[in-house]
């Protein structure tokens, strides 16, 4: 009696479980799918890349899903495009916030990339592996494969140099750029965040910045004023000691001045991270500091106590009368 | 508050009544220019405080909500250049006018004398006597026109708005000030501004606003600088010197006036109790970014 019911049961979980996993009709649960044997058997170029991929113990049905039910070889011409948001809907999702899908789908334009483009497809390698396309060494020319002009400026950038020379903190695109939600870097969140971003290695100038009129005023969360890049650039971003440098001594003025019509030579004599707390940094400032630190506590410390006796004072005169 | 308000008889005088009389005899303190300068530096203190101190307290909670209530950076920039012109010409007309007065009115006792702000050793003295007084080991002292603290006050604003609007003025015209200064001297402004802003903010809304108005003998506020005078009563109380020196010399009857009216008084009120609101919801907010 319980075997009679136990296996219609069974065909019909079968069923169902077949329809939520490939969404198939519930009587492909019936039809075998061509195991990868099936499919490289015509599509032997994929073999070799698709072996050493991270996706290499998927079935080339998991991602082809359209070809699960078919039975009749060579299929058809037309396949359904991959979805790899049935398996990474969390990064699908950042991705559609970010200006590549907006280009692709709302702008149409058409050579924006999706997935494949930067991860590549059946020799998908994750980003830890030397020769992945998005692993950091290799991130400036995997973006830079459209972004010729920025990966060009990057590569003589001293981001560029110090990764080359081994140290992988250094930033490529990624570190910046939030890698899937990429936005336009002129719209006020990137702006803002990007002083943060630069502080997660460059912490005691991001500090010194805070503490300026321009850091105020962007911490506020208004973009009028200069932030990191507006000065030091961005892609090519170079130290204070290459002449090329936007903030070469040689290129303060023009610098300062292209948004400080008319500064001269004097003007640029500014420091734009100061510290007063540091008299190896700022001695003027940290002297100035000191003057009020003592004014202030003696000036509030004195009229405090002299305010508390007052109070008291008055307070027994009202009482008495 | 100002040299300004040293005694001089009340351009309005209407018959003043008889002396003796059962009626409570009013004394001029503040001139009317004294009481609209007051006035005019309250405003302004208070619009560039509250304009400023999104910047000076950038990191606060409620540092962009402030900047954001006067138009964002754009418009709390303009509301606190504008504010800090209007101080700056109102400083700058009241030393204007102690010059005027002195030099071709040659009016005397400005720089010096019992009406004089200028710190005195009767000051020091009267320093000493008052913290006797705190403790019951000695009577209140017989104060002049200007007490030492509100001397203090006046030179303190006098001082500051120097200070904050010379450096105010280079951070607002970088471009034109490296024509003469260097560089660094906006490093040097921009520290000095909010270090001074906030002794500024700090001294105005707790020191000032306690030895003004809110001491218990004064609670909630003291009206004399909005309607200009005070009772005989309260005069001779408060500054004996003054009362005795003008008993003296006959100086209290030309500044006899009449008794503030209804109108004046309520003016007064509203005018002092937005102020001291406003300033003790700033302080507040000061409290809430640093503590």
């Known amino acids: ?321 | 508050m100002t040299t300004a308000t040293i005694e001089r008889p009340a351009v309005h005088s209407s018959p003043a009544p008889v002396a003796g009389a059962a009626t409570v005899r009013h004394i001029q303190r503040f001139d009317r220019p004294t009481r609209v300068l007051h006035v005019v530096i309250m405003v302004t203190f208070l619009l560039l405080a509250a304009t400023g101190m999104p910047i000076l307290f950038s990191d606060a909670a409620w540092g962009r909500a402030l900047a954001l209530l006067f138009g964002g950076f754009t418009g709390a920039g303009l509301v606190h250049r504008a504010a800090g012109a209007v101080l700056l010409g109102a400083v700058a007309w009241h030393v204007g006018n102690l010059g005027w007065r002195a030099f071709v009115r040659g009016e005397r006792g400005l720089f010096w004398g019992p009406t004089s702000m200028t710190p005195q050793w009767r000051d020091v003295v009267q320093f000493g006597q008052q913290l006797k007084w705190f403790f019951n080991r000695g009577p209140y002292p017989k104060y002049e026109h200007f007490t030492y603290w509100e001397k203090f006050d006046y030179w303190a604003v006098l001082w500051g708005t120097a200070i904050m609007g010379a450096a105010g003025l280079i951070l607002w015209f970088p471009e034109l000030a490296a024509a003469f200064l260097p560089g660094w001297m906006f490093n040097v402004a921009l520290f000095v501004h909010g270090a001074e802003a906030t002794l500024a903010i700090g001294f105005i809304f707790v020191v000032h606003f306690f030895n003004g108005h809110l001491r218990p003998n004064k609670f909630p506020m003291d009206l004399v600088i909005f309607t200009g005078s005070v009772t005989e009563d309260e005069l001779r109380h408060e500054r004996a010197g003054q009362y005795e020196r003008l008993l003296r010399t006959g100086g209290l009857t030309p500044l006899i006036v009449p008794a503030p009216g209804a109108a004046d008084r309520r003016r007064g009120h509203v005018i002092g109790t937005i102020g001291l609101t406003l300033g003790l919801l700033l302080f507040v907010l000061i409290l809430q970014a640093v503590l």
């Open chain 1, 1 to 321: 009696m319980a075997i009679r019911f136990a296996v219609p049961l069974a065909a019909f979980i079968l069923t169902l479980s077949g329809a939520v996993v490939v969404n198939a009709e519930p009587a492909a649960a019936a039809v075998k799918p061509p195991a990868n044997e099936d499919c490289l058997a015509c599509h032997d170029d994929v073999g070799k890349p698709f072996a050493s991929s991270i996706h290499e113990a998927a079935s080339c049905v998991d991602c082809h899903a359209d070809l699960s039910t078919v039975q009749e070889f060579p299929h058809s011409e037309k396949v359904a495009k991959v979805s790899c948001a049935a398996c990474h809907d969390e990064i699908a999702s950042q991705y559609r916030d970010g200006i590549h899908a907006w280009a692709k789908e709302k702008a149409g334009l058409k050579m924006a990339p999706s997935c494949a483009d930067c991860h590549g497809r059946h020799d998908i390698s994750p980003k830890t592996s030397a020769t992945s396309r998005t692993h950091k060494n290799n991130v400036p020319a995997t973006c830079g494969s459209c972004h010729e002009g920025l990966a060009e400026h990057y590569n003589q950038s001293i981001h560029a140099a110090v990764l080359k020379a081994g140290n992988a903190a250094a930033p490529t695109c990624a570190d910046c750029h939030a890698v899937h939600a990429t936005q336009r870097a002129d719209v006020p969140s990137w702006r803002l965040g990007v002083a943060a971003e630069c502080g997660s290695c460059h912490a005691d100038v991001v500090d010194s910045f805070r503490r300026t009129f321009h850091g105020k005023v962007t911490e506020l969360g208004f973009t009028r004023v200069a932030a990191c890049a507006d000065c030091h650039g961005a892609h090519e971003i170079l130290p204070a000691s290459n002449p090329a440098s936007m903030i070469a001594k040689d290129r303060l003025v023009e610098t300062c001045g292209s948004c400080h019509k008319g500064a001269n030579e004097k003007f640029v004599q500014y420091d734009p991270h100061p510290n007063p707390r540091s008299h190896a940094r700022s001695p003027l400032l940290w002297w100035i500091n000191q003057f009020y630190t003592v004014l202030i506590a003696g000036c509030f410390g004195a009229f405090g106590l002299h305010s508390l006796l007052w109070f008291r004072r008055e307070r027994q005169e009202k009482r008495r009368s």
